[in-house]
């Protein structure tokens, strides 16, 4: 079963625009990070919130954490056509924290 | 991906005929992952180690089995392969499982047809 579910699915934007991506989860979690999946490549680690942390940065990204809705939100600024990948979360399952649960990801397209 | 690679790249099979993908790591790390990635389902996790010879079974474990005799490797084989295991095949590996502060890194995946 998916820990992580991503919201929209699917989000095109103009170069230069903000995009936003939400990820909701079910259980307690230790920590939630985001992955870029470029077509036909593995995905790429970006960023690791940890529970007891709010907001983190890095870059261009900015990720928001909310425990109490069991919520998370992931902020590219300036997008760019290099930005365009599937994006997706994942949460570890709070059993000894061995092992990710990811999303089924939100596609993202920057149109020049 | 660096430290990270799997193999073959692609392959093609017939239904019923056994299957092993290998996944390499140089990175000495601890955990290593199997996940399949199919429209639709995301990734979803088929079998894990957290040490040699020392596996689990993930969500979508049944039809597959892993072995780990050495650090580097992680195997994976569809014992009696079916259509419905056509899919893309990840490994990923860990330091520290799912607390480290780098996340997976993964290998560029195996495209699996089963005919």
């Known amino acids: 079963s998916q820990q992580g579910e991503e919201d929209p699915q699917a989000l095109s934007i103009q170069e230069g625009e903000n995009a936003t991506m939400n990820c909701s989860y079910k259980?307690?979690?230790?920590?939630l990070q985001w992955y870029r999946q470029n077509s036909g490549r593995g995905l790429v680690h970006l960023i690791l919130i940890r529970s007891n942390e709010r907001e983190k940065h890095s870059g261009r990204l900015r990720v928001t954490l909310d425990t109490s809705k069991k919520s998370s939100s992931l902020l590219i600024t300036a997008s760019r056509a290099a930005d365009t990948a599937s994006y997706f979360c994942a949460t570890d399952d709070n059993k000894g924290a061995q092992k990710l649960v990811f999303g089924q990801g939100t596609r993202l397209t920057i149109n020049p | 991906d660096a430290g990270i690679t799997q193999s073959p790249r692609h392959k093609v099979t017939e239904t019923g005929t056994p299957v092993t993908l290998r996944c390499h790591q140089t990175?000495?790390?601890?955990?290593m992952y199997w996940y399949r990635q199919d429209p639709g389902h995301g990734l979803r996790l088929i079998h894990y180690s957290y040490g040699v010879k020392d596996t689990d079974k993930g969500e979508v474990s049944d039809g597959y089995s892993v072995s780990r005799s050495k650090t580097e490797d992680f195997l994976l084989t569809l014992e009696s392969a079916t259509s419905s295991q056509t899919s893309v095949y990840f490994c990923?590996?860990?330091?520290?499982?799912?607390?480290?502060?780098?996340?997976?890194?993964f290998g560029s995946g195996t495209r699996l047809t089963v005919v």
């Open positions: 990175e000495n790390h601890r955990y």
């Open positions: 990923a590996i860990s330091e520290s499982g799912g607390t480290s502060s780098y996340g997976y890194t």
């Open positions: 259980t307690s979690i230790n920590n």
